[in-house]
């Protein structure tokens, strides 16, 4: 049967197979290590400087002459002739001269090799503030050219309709059309903007839409299959509520956030669903959950975010379970109701975990301090945490469709992206991806400067000395942005800056509204900024006037991460394209990274070492945090080994569920 092209690619996926695992994962990162060896990078770099010089040559060409030969390239790449790759030195010339055109920014070299790594289906790790999204774009441009689906993969909104925006001058003169999709659309702005050429959208937006058009299409995913059912039923329209026009071609922005640290938790399509039962279980539960104590009834397990009851905790639930409906009354389904309660209870801290908005619990992801407002927790938690806040309780959800960012990034056919830092996770997104990363040196050299770092016994002490030093900064007028971990932690210091009349701007998950606003001021003379892990990233920090003959922008790190990669893009926030700037990286006993990860045998030579200001105090110090670090980092990749292992798991055991994401 011949069938549509257009229909054909609207469900076409690459199958992805298992991940390779004992010597053969062995092989499969020697390959990995020979595809990103430095004599590609360097070929690449000499061809970036010769497609850069053959751009100033286009300066001669008049604006009609520039556009035909781009229509000309368009045409090429959309008959997919022979020889194409010939055609990519002097399409990137091109596209590099009518941005310049059009944006009045000509692309750098380092931009170009950037678009040059992308396109072969690499990472491109670039600095902060080497203009990413310009690179990304010039590679779009290519794809888009094809004619086939081509998403740039953002990590919010903000920055996908902010990129969309910003660049549309550009793809309109390369015969492009661009779109964007954003989490307040509804189904047919959705489909409208899927139709463009190239497609800015958040990766969460993405794949909801991905299982909510497989869900719509049910059995007749396959192309096939639509044309045989449309020809037994011509009034089939399971098709038509579909939004998305295929996937083809992913250019991952901030890869390691993307590909990463939100690849721990699979997204799941669900509806609300009425249960009684289990809402009046769940306050039952919390009533319960407030009369037992810590270490008596039960035990908290930080490290492993895990409560485990113990006898008499097990026997206090027993009497006081007549609370309960009598189809929670089997003793596993009341103990794990209670456990949820003080999950609840003890692992998620409100202005960290989650914000209370319009009486409405929402998810803040912890990586990037955003507020998550169309994600629930499962299981009960959700209403567990509403119970513990004396919130309205909400309805459960029932599970729809399932699918981790792991897998829905394998089925596309072309892969390739760029983050400011990812060469620590090059052995996972090779493993996982097959995506090699290659580095992209900086435009000019970066002299940002690293100060000591400093080490006290309590949270208190930390922040009076980060209050101090940020004082100082101010009264020299040198701006200063102060990285912290939570809401929580945020609103902590500002109170500390408050007390000592210091003008500031707060940025985090309640105030996110204002964040490209309080970004674009926090290179000012004299600005102070507070920010969550957000910390405006993929925003530009500009400094003002002066600013550089002070040093620049200083950043200060107030707690390591569980991720060493979070504490870089937060140092990265400072010295783009060689401005001055300065980092310093402060911590406390009192760190919820030493606390959770830490062994208590080094935690307390450390505070004897600090408590008598020992000068090796701080070199401990150092070593504990990264031995702390490191043991965060293998647990936060085992459990995306666990998302994996559940994908396989799910697809062998169901019949259906092969052919419901292939």
Wanted: with cysteine; proline share 3%.
């Amino acid at each position: 049967m011949t069938l549509p092209a257009r229909d054909y690619q609207a469900t076409k996926t690459k199958t992805p197979g298992k991940l390779p695992a004992g010597l053969d994962r062995c092989a499969h990162g020697l390959l990995g290590h020979y595809r990103r060896r430095k004599y590609i990078r360097q070929r690449w770099v000499d061809q970036a400087e010769q497609i850069f010089e053959r751009s100033l040559q286009y300066r001669d060409l008049s604006d009609q002459d520039l556009t035909r030969q781009l229509h000309s390239l368009r045409t090429a790449y959309r008959r997919q002739r022979r020889g194409l790759e010939q055609c990519l030195p002097k399409a990137l010339a091109l596209i590099a001269e009518a941005a310049a055109r059009t944006l009045e920014m000509r692309p750098y070299r380092v931009q170009i090799l950037g678009a040059i790594i992308i396109h072969h289906g690499y990472l491109a790790e670039m600095a902060t503030g080497e203009g990413k999204s310009l690179t990304a774009c010039l590679a779009a441009v290519i794809a888009g050219w094809t004619g086939k689906p081509c998403h740039i993969i953002t990590t919010n909104d903000y920055l996908a309709s902010r990129d969309a925006e910003e660049f549309a001058k550009l793809y309109r003169q390369c015969a492009i059309s661009v779109g964007t999709v954003t989490s307040i659309m509804t189904p047919a702005e959705r489909k409208e903007n899927y139709r463009k050429g190239v497609v800015y959208v958040a990766s969460k937006e993405l794949l909801a839409d991905f299982l909510r058009d497989r869900l719509a299409l049910g059995n007749t995913h396959q192309s096939s299959r639509r044309q045989i059912r449309l020809k037994l039923n011509p009034h089939d329209r399971s098709h038509v509520e579909t939004v998305m026009r295929g996937i083809h071609t992913a250019i991952v922005d901030e890869a390691d956030s993307v590909l990463i640290d939100e690849a721990v938790t699979p997204l799941i399509i669900s509806q609300a669903c009425q249960n009684q039962y289990l809402i009046e279980a769940c306050q039952a539960a919390n009533r319960i959950a407030r009369t037992l104590a810590a270490e008596i009834d039960y035990r908290v397990d930080r490290r492993y975010r895990e409560i485990t009851l113990t006898k008499p905790g097990a026997t206090k639930i027993t009497e006081m379970s007549t609370a309960l409906a009598d189809i929670f009354q089997g003793r596993d389904r009341r103990e794990e109701l209670v456990l949820t309660a003080l999950t609840a209870r003890e692992l998620f801290q409100r202005d960290r975990h989650y914000v209370i908005e319009q009486d409405k619990v929402v998810i803040v992801d912890e990586f990037t301090g955003r507020m998550m407002p169309q994600r629930t927790w499962r299981h009960g938690l959700h209403q567990s945490i509403e119970a513990k806040e004396g919130l309205p309780l909400s309805d459960p959800n029932e599970t729809l469709a399932r699918l981790s960012f792991q897998r829905f990034f394998r089925l596309f056919a072309k892969l390739g992206g760029m983050s400011g830092t990812a060469r620590e996770a090059a052995d996972e997104l090779w493993h996982i991806y097959e995506l090699p990363v290659l580095s992209v040196p900086t435009n000019k050299p970066c002299i940002r400067r690293f100060l000591p770092s400093r080490f006290y016994p309590d949270q208190k002490s930390k922040w009076q000395a980060i209050c101090k030093e940020t004082v100082g900064c101010h009264e020299t007028k040198q701006p200063v942005l102060i990285g912290t971990r939570s809401v929580a932690a945020s609103e902590t210091f500002a109170d500390f800056l408050r007390a000592r009349n210091i003008p500031f701007q707060l940025l985090n998950a309640v105030k996110h509204r204002e964040e490209a606003q309080i970004i674009a001021s926090a290179g000012q003379a004299g600005a102070v900024t507070i920010a969550t892990n957000m910390a405006g990233r993929g925003a530009d920090i500009k400094l003002g006037n002066g600013v550089a003959e002070l040093g620049g922008l200083h950043v200060i790190v107030s707690e390591r991460h569980e991720s060493g990669r979070i504490d870089r893009q937060l140092a990265g926030r400072c010295s783009r394209q060689g401005d001055p700037g300065s980092v310093r990286t402060y911590g406390s006993l009192e760190d919820d990274l030493l606390l959770r990860y830490a062994p208590q045998l080094f935690i307390k030579l450390l505070s004897q070492a600090t408590s008598q200001y020992r000068p090796q105090s701080n070199r401990l110090a150092e070593n504990l945090l990264s031995l702390a670090q490191h043991k965060a980092q293998r647990q936060a990749f085992r459990q995306r080994q666990l998302v994996m292992q559940m994908d396989d798991w799910l697809t062998d055991a169901l019949s259906f569920a092969r052919h419901e994401i292939d």
